[in-house]
């Protein structure tokens, strides 16, 4: 079945950086386009980034262009988010998601002093 799994969340000072990673299986990953969604708390899902299956076409949100990089390795059925800068306002749970609709467990990013 398919599977996505997050990793990479963690605690970070406001100006860090943090990469990202997400975990494909159960499906033809390479032929899919991919997105980044979040979700702050108490807040609804943001949609954050987006990449086209072949890596070549990417999308971001207003709120991060700039500072975050969306990339894939479709040899390794890996989706990345490179994050940099980050601000207090990042804080949220990180999901990957397919353009089938699945989404994984999420991991958390923190942006804290």
């Known amino acids: 079945q398919v599977q996505l799994v997050e990793s990479g969340g963690g605690l970070v000072q406001p100006g860090g950086s943090l990469r990202l990673s997400c975990a494909a299986s159960?499906?033809?990953?390479?032929?899919?386009?991919m997105s980044w969604v979040r979700q702050a708390p108490g807040k609804g899902f943001e949609w954050v980034s987006g990449?086209?299956?072949?890596?070549?076409?990417?999308s971001y949100a207003d709120s991060v262009k700039g500072r975050f990089t969306i990339s894939r390795d479709n040899a390794k059925n890996t989706l990345y988010l490179q994050m940099n800068s980050l601000k207090l306002e990042d804080t949220a749970v990180y999901y990957c998601s397919s353009q089938q609709g699945s989404r994984g467990q999420g991991t958390q990013v923190t942006v804290s002093s």
């Open positions: 990449i086209n299956s072949g890596g070549g076409t990417t």
């Open positions: 159960g499906f033809r990953f390479s032929v899919y386009a």
